[in-house]
């Protein structure tokens, strides 16, 4: 059974029916899901699982519970560092669904650092990941770093000042190599 990473922005409360179609495949195949808490994609895709009565799903979360745990799935708490704010709380969690995924399928608004940090977090340990561009409406593979940096070019500049703000240490050095 594969792992997915589904997710995508906050700022997205419809799914595009090509992303809907691919996580009917996903669950027809009956790969794993692992999935975040937040509001926006992550919520509309815990919907459309619960749904389908989708039982092989792990819902990550920073905070003590889940913001959303819409089928009732196993949750799994991973904390922030101590001190971290804003986006920095969800990293960490972000960061292990990337490790545990062998794929990924994110939902992107074109604005979202988050989602596009999520798209690179992947790619950078050689899980390659499907987004699908909300903006664009158009759905690519992602599989290196040099094809992250082409998504990237379609977003702003003031985007990409955002997404180059939280890279870690470790995003800047697999951008470089």
């Known amino acids: 059974m594969a792992m997915i990473f589904l ?9 595009p029916v090509p ?52 089928g009732d799935w196993a949750a799994y708490h991973i ?35 988050g989602t596009c940090l999520n798209v690179l977090r992947l790619v950078v340990i050689g899980s390659p990941c499907v987004v699908y561009d909300t903006m664009r409406g158009i759905a690519a593979t992602v599989h290196n770093t040099a094809d992250w940096c082409a998504m990237l070019h379609h977003a702003g500049s003031d985007v990409r000042r955002k997404v180059e703000g939280r890279l870690s240490a470790d995003e800047r050095l697999a951008l470089k190599a």
Do not use: C, T
């Not at 709380?89 to 490790?99: L, Q, T």
């Open 79 to 113: 904390p922030p560092p101590e001190g971290a704010r804003g986006f920095a709380v969800h990293a960490e969690k972000d960061r292990e669904m990337a490790r545990r995924a062998d794929f990924g399928l994110m939902v992107w608004d074109g604005a979202s650092p």
């Open 7 to 15: 997710g995508g922005s906050r700022d997205i409360f419809e799914l």
């Open 19 to 70: 992303v809907i179609e691919r996580i009917g495949a996903i669950v027809a195949a009956e790969h794993g899901v692992l999935i975040g808490d937040a509001p926006g994609a992550d919520a509309e895709i815990q919907s459309l699982l619960a749904g389908y009565n989708y039982e092989h799903v792990g819902v990550f979360h920073a905070g003590p519970e889940p913001r959303n745990n819409l």
